[in-house]
């Protein structure tokens, strides 16, 4: 079995970054948790679609358990048709969430736990959410 964990960087000690599609790091371990492979996410910086590239990613790299904080509905409509089984809710290290993870502690999921763009930096978009800085 393989698991995907969400991270900020590589390592069991590694603080969980809690957004799916942007997080910076993914750590793969195995049953036993031990680190199968790290991986920087491709997707941390795309201008859009950030959620289903790093899904793509998690399935390109035979993933079968995601933990994650929160996912997105594209993302999780993706991942969930690969067969692979969502977990949000992750804390602390990776080897905490991993640890959480084999407690049975964390949350399996049928729905996303966020909209799309939540991991978005920024929150504006560029869609006209000034205040008033200009004069006409």
């Not at 995601?66 to 602390?92: E, F, H, M, Q, R």
């Not at 990776?94 to 763009?117: C, G, M, N, R």
Request: net charge neutral; with cysteine.
């Amino acid at each position: 079995m393989k698991i995907a964990i969400c991270s900020e960087g590589p390592g069991l000690d590694s603080a969980v970054d809690r957004r799916f599609g942007r997080c910076p790091h993914y750590v793969f371990v195995n049953s036993e948790g031990k680190i199968i492979e790290e991986a920087a996410n491709p997707s941390v910086g795309a201008s859009g679609g950030a959620g289903v590239q790093a899904a793509q990613f998690i399935i390109d790299q035979g993933a079968d358990v995601l933990l994650t904080g929160n996912v997105g509905p594209k993302a999780l409509a993706a991942l969930s048709t690969s067969g692979i089984k969502i977990y949000t809710g992750i804390s602390g290290s990776v080897a905490d969430s991993f640890s959480q993870y084999q407690q049975e502690k964390l949350t399996p999921i049928t729905d996303s736990t966020v909209p799309q763009h939540f991991g978005m930096r920024g929150g504006g978009g560029g869609r006209g959410g000034g205040r008033g800085r200009g004069g006409f």
